[in-house]
């Protein structure tokens, strides 16, 4: 092969010089042509470069907000429900009266930024006038750093120049509606640069303050408004059930109530009085129905659940998120007992509208219709996908999001009369309503005085002291924490000294930064855990990778277990990547064998105890690590601010507060664990629900309840005394749960959450938790679906699982 390719080579050569003579001089051949070979400039549309098809985005706006120190915001009463009502406005009625069928179909859909964006990663206008003049498109969603955009996050000014540049487009074409714009800002606007990024919806409910979800859901709504955007994606009312599940982190917690009180919160820091108040955005609940289940804890795979335990524990974070005036819902991804969840009349309608009494607008999951027919089989095509969705249930606005085929399917359907004009108005005036309540059409564009608060000093402070109350304490023995300054403490993990892996993902990306970006986009806007020890102790940090954050060995191994051997103490970083969604899912719970493997040498080859620091969406498995372990702390993901908080509990300068909003399972099958499983089933986690303590030594009273009896109607207060005998101040979450110790007919949980409150307790100090607990509470959904009560002895344990519990009976009558 070699040899005849070089002999076919001689060949071409003896022809190129077949004028040379040999003997004579040498003339150069003017008359042959090179051989062509075609080289690719740069890529080019209509004129316009284009960026390269693989490029890394380090090409940082160079554009930051001002982030001022304090600042105040215009104040509304915020008491009472604010949220939408079944009427639609004498005006937008008349406005809707004035569309035509394509205008207002335009109104029904969105696509995401990407199809703004031209191929030099700007926006095009071209593109932007299209979707306006051909498609009256009323709205978007997403950011152009997801699609290839030139900037790996953008400025708020950026975004503000991009979306009022869109809205004036929206204005003068098309409908001339203004567009309502939709993004993912979960807890923080995680999307846009300088904005406060708070701990993950898990970590806030780790704190079992209210107070952070609603202080979260304010400022996020702010950093969001002020890029223009009036529209969160959030909160997440999902139960954390599969803990395999690659969003956990989105939900807040485990458990009906908690989740709901917290859901409740952050709906109201979102939304505030979000009719008036213009530095707030409407809230979209999510994932209408029951997403966080499940089976085989693959994100958007099918959950199994019978309907009365739909009821009993799956719905009331969504009912909370209503009383609070949630303006907006989203449907969840594929099937609910084997029913398309975007199709299905039973959910979207009945369920929704009719028994939940959800007055305000409904967008489906991305892509989620056309799946029907793509991706589900349950559509014969599109249109079909297009005709089930709008006539079995009673979504407004398809999140299609990267064509234009819901309207071309809608249109024809209203044509030829498969769905009425009816169907049409009903959404379009849920719509309107929206834009309106919104106040799209006084002040459509951005407020550039909110520009300045993004990233405020204030802001920051929120952030950090959510972080503070998250951290859950849960081993400390012989006094291993808090941690001496002059102690020599080697600190082993990739998170260390990472702000990325302390956030999770949504955040600058849709699966968070890349390798690439690293954390250079968190420069000046985090602290990573290294330089919080170095902030708490003045001194340089003593830190080793070890392994990679997929916890593959990155170090010699005997190189750092012999550093473990001289240093007094070792706290080990465990993490996962940043990741959402499919991309997230994962098969085991277990940690990689690599990391394991590392933490079990430091435990047997050497005599330095350690601590684990917990830096983790999912809860896996610590196997023989948690029993050699001295001290553990959960501290979930704190986000890009957690660093200094979590070197602050490390070294004793506040007592942890923080409990699991979440069973931690002790082996892989316990992957679906719950703390309100029956009562006679094995519930033997790791670390159950609720627990976690502080570095103080707090007493508790007996409870005293005001009666033995609970009568409907007849509520009782149930009160305990906690007194400090340490020497720190402490933030002392108590926790109430019920037993029903027998219940005819349907089986008593094990526990379940009814009340919970926080308060400071100062060294020596003794405080009273007063709660109050109805029979109505008691009442449960049976298998009629029929919510009962049934007599019975009820247990009342306040802090269930924690060393100081305490319990006491009584008798709930019918
Ligand atoms: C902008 O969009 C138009 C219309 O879709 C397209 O023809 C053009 O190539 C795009 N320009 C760039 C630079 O991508
Ligand atoms: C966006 O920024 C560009 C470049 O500075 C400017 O020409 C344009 O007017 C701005 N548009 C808006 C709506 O702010
Ligand atoms: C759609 O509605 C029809 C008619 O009411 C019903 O037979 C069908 O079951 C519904 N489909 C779903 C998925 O709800
Ligand atoms: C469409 O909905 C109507 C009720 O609004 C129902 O009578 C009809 O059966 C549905 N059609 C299909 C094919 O689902
Ligand atoms: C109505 O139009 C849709 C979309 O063009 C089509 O799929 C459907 O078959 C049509 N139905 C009737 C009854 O003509
Ligand atoms: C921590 O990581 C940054 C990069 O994000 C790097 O510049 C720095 O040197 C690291 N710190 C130490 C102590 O290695
Ligand atoms: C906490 O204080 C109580 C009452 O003083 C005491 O009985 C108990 O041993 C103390 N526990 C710890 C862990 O110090
Ligand atoms: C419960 O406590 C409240 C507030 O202290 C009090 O007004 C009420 O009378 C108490 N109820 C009972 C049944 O003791
Ligand atoms: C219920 O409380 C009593 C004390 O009032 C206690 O003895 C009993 O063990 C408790 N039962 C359960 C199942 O917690």
Redesign the pocket.
Known sequence: MKISSLSFCIACYSVALSGYTGSAAYVPPSNISPPLIDVVGPRTQNGVVCLPNSFSLQDLDPMRPKSVPTYSLPEFDESGYIGPTEKIDDDMIELMNTLTLEEKVGQMFQVHAGMLLGCDGLLNITAAEEWFDKWKIGSFLETFANQGGRWDISSPQRWANLTNTIQQLALTRGSKIPIIWGLDSIRGANYIKGATMFGTPHSVAASFNREHAYVCGKVTAKDTRAAGVQWAFAPVADLNVNKLWSRNFENFGEDPYLASEMVKNSVKGFQGNYKKDRTRVAASIKHFFAYGAPVNGKDQEPRSIPMNELLEFYAPAFEAAFGAGAATVMEAYGTLNGQEVVSSRNILRDLLRDRMGFHGMMVTDWGEINAQYYKHRTAF?V??A??QSMNNTSIDMSMVASDTSFA??????V????IPMSRIDESVGRLLQLKKDLGLFEQPYSDLSLIDTVGSAQDVEASRQAARESLVLLKNEEDFLPLKPEEKVLFIGPNINSTRFMSGGWNIHWQGPSDLEGDVVYDGYGDTILLGVEKVTGNKVNWVTGYDIDGKMKDNYDVVVRMARKADKVIFGFGERTTTEIPGDINTLNLPKDQYKLVERVALETKTPFALLLVQNRPFILGELSGYADAILNCNLPGPYGGLPIAEALYGKFSPSGRMPYTYPKMEYQNRVTYFTPIWNEYDPEFAFGTGFGYNNITYSDVTVSSKDLYKGKPINVSITATNVGSLPQLEPVIMYTTQLIRREYVPERLRLRAFDKKLINPGQSVSFDFTLSAEEMMFWNVDLERILAEGPVNITINAGNENAKVTTINLHE
């Open positions: 095509s249109s079909d297009v005709f071309e399917s809608l249109i024809g359907l044509k030829n009369g498969s």
